[in-house]
């Protein structure tokens, strides 16, 4: 008869493994709750598609407008459909939030269990390994949103720990590229290489790297039937920036905390970490070639991190303890630090986008068209349609020259679409508080900057409200049409 009381039996052995699994479910939880009154503008949009897909309205920004590719994650619409019938898109984000929310958690469980299963590093490393994945502010941060990085992340991370089935990896991997594009060349390295570690054949190897481009494939040939183009429209509203993916690259390694764990020659000696690291060198390259984003905390390179986690368990088994160690307490400290140091600015962002909304609302309602550079909040405070003045769901605004925040959108261009408001961001303020100063308030926006400075624009639009974001001094100045144009 088999005894449960000994060490290394198979009672024990599976309490062990719960154990693991619990405390990466909860090390993920504990810092995404720190994090959950965080989220992106950009967020707002993908809700406003979705509700006009639930609602029968189309694959449109505008509900009365043309079909726009505006949302590069292509099945998050469809995603959040079921979750977005009401026309109230602070609640549609809640759910998006939550959903994220489940998803990290559940990716969490999963890399506790993984580093949990690599016995050969000491059980105090492995347990610092899962602290220090909580701790990264950019995988707390993105987890509660209400973008697609949240699943993104799980699925990259399932993959990541799939070697034992080169195939099923490669169709996570695949699923993981449909919602994040950036991710296809990570996604060919990683699976190839984790074939190779688990000695697959060369031609299973390259069976599972066309696995994994199916999903990308099919998402650039739906790009190209309903739009025209294979890439998604941010690609050219947002064209790429060596010099900024270079800084974007660089700072996302430092607050991002993980790659601490993989910085030693042991990530390198197994084969699995090694195409876990090589994979994430590859996507490094693919970010700075990008020119990363705008969005804080690192997005971009979200949804690779957990892997590394794993990559730095397996790095922790052929180290010296005194260098891991090391690498963990440099880890640890760095991230408790970077989730505290900005005084809770980063988990204000949804409330003081929430009252900006609501206090934009009386104002906006009674406007047809609203022409903004941040769309996502002003599609939450009003259905009317919005000139998108960086071009992430306007084909025509994405094609004129310039960046993100600098399209080259002049007075003339402005005044033939014909909006009967436009919005302006500001860091400080109208001067003194005088709303009739309006055009000498700090704009730190190109776009904004040059429409404010136009006398052709001061001529045919008057100030009308100071909408404010936050307790800084931020905001928006809403500029609207002189009824004699």
Not at 15 to 39: N, Q, S
Request: hydrophobic share 55%; net charge positive; with cysteine.
């Amino acid at each position: 008869m088999q005894s449960f009381g000994h060490h290394g039996s198979p009672l024990l052995a599976g309490r062990v493994r719960w154990a693991w699994t619990a405390a990466g479910l909860l090390v993920a939880l504990g810092p995404a709750l720190w994090m959950w009154g965080f989220t992106v503008d950009d967020a707002l949009i993908s809700v406003r598609y979705a509700h006009h897909v639930a609602t029968g309205q189309g694959w449109r920004f505008d509900a009365g407008g043309p079909s726009t590719d505006g949302v590069t994650p292509l099945p998050w619409p469809l995603v959040l459909a079921p979750l977005a019938r009401t026309g109230d898109a602070l609640a549609v984000l809640g759910r998006a939030k939550l959903l994220g929310l489940a998803s990290w958690m559940f990716t969490g469980a999963v890399l506790g269990d993984a580093v949990g299963r690599e016995r050969a590093a000491p059980a105090w490393a492995r347990g610092a390994i899962l602290a220090i994945t909580g701790l990264s502010v950019p995988l707390a941060a993105h987890a509660v949103s209400g973008m697609e990085t949240a699943l993104a992340t799980c699925l990259a991370t399932c993959a990541a720990v799939g070697a034992k089935r080169p195939l099923v990896a490669a169709l996570l991997a695949g699923l993981a590229t449909s919602l994040r594009p950036e991710l296809a060349p990570w996604a060919c390295a990683l699976v190839v290489g984790l074939a190779v570690a688990s000695g697959a054949s060369v031609a299973r190897g390259m069976a599972a790297a066309a696995t994994t481009l199916a999903p990308f494939t099919l998402c650039a040939v739906v790009r190209v039937a309903a739009w025209g183009r294979p890439a998604p429209l941010a690609l050219w509203a947002k064209p790429s920036d060596l010099s900024h993916g270079a800084l974007y690259v660089a700072a996302g390694l430092v607050v991002s905390v993980v790659p601490i764990l993989v910085m030693a020659s042991g990530s390198l000696r197994s084969p699995r970490a090694r195409a876990i690291v090589v994979a994430f060198a590859v996507h490094l390259t693919t970010v700075w070639m990008l020119g990363g984003d705008w969005m804080p905390y690192a997005r971009l390179l979200v949804p690779v991190l957990p892997s590394l986690a794993v990559a730095g368990a397996l790095a922790a088994a052929r180290g010296r303890p005194v260098a891991t160690a090391a690498r963990c307490l440099g880890a640890l400290a760095l991230g408790g630090w970077l989730l505290v140091h900005d005084h809770g600015q980063g988990r204000r962002v949804g409330e003081n986008r929430a009252a900006l909304i609501a206090a934009a609302r009386p104002w906006l309602a009674p406007l047809p068209r609203i022409a903004a550079l941040d769309i996502g909040w002003v599609g939450a405070a009003t259905e009317a349609d919005i000139l998108d003045l960086a071009g992430v769901t306007d084909p025509v605004v994405a094609a004129l020259p310039g960046g993100h925040t600098s399209k080259r959108v002049g007075a003339m261009f402005l005044l033939g679409r014909d909006p009967d408001a436009l919005l302006l961001y500001s860091v400080g303020g109208p001067p003194r508080g005088r709303l009739s100063a309006w055009q000498d308030a700090p704009y730190p926006r190109v776009v904004e900057a040059r429409l404010a400075h136009d006398d052709v624009v001061a001529r045919h639009f008057t100030p009308a409200a100071w909408l404010p974001l936050g307790t800084l001094g931020a905001g928006y100045v809403l500029l609207r049409k002189n009824p004699e144009n």
